[in-house]
């Protein structure tokens, strides 16, 4: 089977397209995932044979008929399918061992050309189901947003997209292979474009599998996908992506804008109240010395609502005198937005329209500096984060000290020398509870000996992978920080190194180490026991370990550590 690194496809290990992005379905009818590593990644399970043999079978969609017979809620049925079949192992999704992972799927309706000249008061969404595979058939989450747009769909993307209505639901096992009502309200004025959103949230961690329906009979839109841990962070044609077959079946019903009925199925929820999303920031590492670098990061928590925040103004982080953005910036967001920072100045800014996702957390991250001993107290105030579904409640602050003392790390690239200077009853871990990950791990604790710490990822938290007995990160763009939770650690030290996607040191890949008192250290990989240990005069709080590769721009190496030591230097 030919195979595609994950940082080709989405800068993880974890997260894979099914399929492949690079134009064709290798060695499958899509509908399942592509292993772009075989010992890390497996192809989906295909469908039972029963819900294959449902999926193949034709449906014939009539104007004022639900899917199942029943009457349509609306007089309007539009659609750019020209057919309604669903077709077994024809669609895509992003996922990894066959667990879809946040998937987008979109199409946008001009309305006039469409059959509603005179706008569309939306009562219901058709959403085509390839496959649905629920542990204890529990269902799949799904949200159903509803938008129009000030520019011709994706231009603008998200800043042009105004909500007009969303609906939390559950999709049922037993809708594999059928066209699925569900209920959602939301009025598109005449003229405009109506942008209909299917989200399915992670199904990872409960085991869930989603395919969206489709097939490759003619359509009169493009069908667009957006999966960020795939690498697609705008919706994008699926042809675009390699996928021209991939045609979705999503129709929208509706009556001509006014009052109309609404017919609610049992068993879906339209979403009632919003609570306005949460900000939180930190510094990692909290403590560093002149002239160092410390990540700021800040978190947009939107888990209290069913549907995506949009920023209804720019959130603008404004430092304190003295802290300043690094050189460079590595200014970076998970949200669906652009974070801008530029080097030297005072603020970080994610720009109005970013989204926070729905049910969900998205970060923004920047390298920040000092060269003024301190401590630096950065807040943003109440208010300061403002969404179309509220504005933060309280104040986000953290604070960064800057140390100017003189600090006297000794270096030692020999871990038999390193130990004569650490005195007895040290902790050392082999890392032997890791077992090889088949998703991102969340950040690990260890304690022995009076000597505790965490182990966890930045820019992107709880971004962890383990392959037998050694720790490495699941983003290849993220450093691994060790942070000291107990005893007065003045000795670390462990075989440092690049890795590749499959666990393999990279020869001459660069790795960076930085101590919490700004003792730095860098060397080139040359084997998986490449050693470095370091003794201080006084205690540090953390080490970090980032292993980039400015020879190749895709930044295809990965930051990993093994046989961590832990002491007191002599």
Not at 165 to 192: F, H, K, L, M, W
Not at 203 to 225: E, H, K, R, V
Not at 344 to 356: K, V, W
Not at 419 to 439: K, M, Q, R, W
């Amino acid at each position: 089977m030919n195979k595609v690194s994950a940082r080709e496809v989405s800068n993880t290990r974890g997260g894979v397209l099914a399929a492949s992005l690079l134009g064709t379905c290798v060695a499958l009818a899509c509908g399942t995932a592509f292993a772009a590593d075989a010992s890390h990644f497996s192809k989906s399970t295909a469908m039972p044979r029963t819900q294959q043999a449902a999926a193949r079978g034709a449906f014939s969609h009539h104007r004022g008929a639900g899917p199942d017979g029943t009457p349509a809620c609306g007089s309007i049925t539009i659609t750019q399918s020209s057919t309604q079949t669903i077709t077994a192992l024809n669609s895509i999704s992003c996922n990894g061992n066959g667990l879809h992972a946040d998937n987008s799927y979109f199409r946008a309706f001009d309305l006039a050309s469409l059959g509603a000249p005179n706008g569309l008061d939306v009562c219901e969404v058709q959403v085509g189901v390839e496959q649905a595979t629920s542990t204890g058939a529990a269902g799949q989450p799904a949200t159903i947003n509803l938008y129009t747009t000030s520019a011709p769909f994706p231009s603008g993307y998200p800043g042009s997209l105004t909500q007009i209505g969303t609906s939390s639901v559950t999709i049922p096992d037993s809708a594999t292979g059928s066209v699925y009502a569900i209920p959602v309200t939301g009025s598109a004025p005449a003229g405009s474009e109506l942008v209909v959103e299917v989200f399915t949230p992670s199904g990872q961690a409960d085991g869930n599998s989603f395919f969206i329906g489709s097939n490759t009979d003619p359509q009169s839109g493009p069908s667009y996908l957006l999966a960020g841990d795939c690498g697609v962070t705008a919706p994008t044609d699926t042809a675009a992506i390699g996928f021209p077959n991939m045609h979705i079946v999503l129709n929208a019903v509706g009556n001509p804008a006014g009052p109309s009925d609404v017919i609610f199925a049992d068993g879906f929820d339209v979403v009632g109240p919003s609570t306005a999303p949460t900000l939180a920031k930190a510094f990692a590492p909290a403590t560093v010395t002149v002239n160092a670098n410390s990540v700021l990061t800040l978190t947009l928590d939107n888990s209290s609502n069913a549907g995506p925040a949009t920023l209804a103004a720019d959130l603008v982080d404004t430092f304190p005198s003295g802290l300043v953005v690094a050189t460079p910036s590595d200014a970076a967001t998970t949200c669906t937005g652009t974070a801008t920072a530029t080097a030297g100045g005072g603020t970080l800014t994610l720009g109005t329209g970013a989204q926070i996702p729905a049910a969900g957390t998205c970060t923004v991250t920047v390298s920040v500096t000092s060269a003024t001993a301190g401590s630096y107290t950065n807040t943003i105030a109440a208010g300061g984060l403002q969404t179309d579904l509220g504005n933060s409640a309280a104040d986000a602050s953290s604070v960064l000290v800057v140390d100017g003392g003189t600090h006297h790390a000794a270096t030692y690239t020999d871990r038999a020398t390193f130990i004569t200077h650490v005195a007895p009853g040290f902790y050392e871990n082999d890392f032997a509870d890791l077992s090889d990950s088949s998703a991102a791990e969340p950040a690990r604790s260890y304690s022995s000996g009076g000597f505790g710490y965490t182990v966890d990822t930045v820019p992107t938290p709880d971004d962890l992978w383990f392959f037998t007995g050694v720790m490495t990160t699941n983003g290849s763009g993220d450093q691994l920080v060790v942070t000291f939770t107990s005893g007065a650690v003045t000795a670390v030290g462990g075989n440092f190194f690049a890795s590749d996607i499959s666990g393999a040191p990279i020869a001459g890949n660069a790795v960076d180490l930085l101590l919490s008192d700004g003792t730095t250290e860098t060397f080139s990989t040359a084997a998986a026991t490449d050693f470095r240990g370091f003794t201080t005069v006084a205690p540090i709080t953390s080490i970090s370990i980032d292993a980039p590769n400015a020879a190749d721009p895709a930044d295809n190496s990965w930051s990993t550590m093994d046989n961590l030591i832990v002491g007191v230097g002599d």
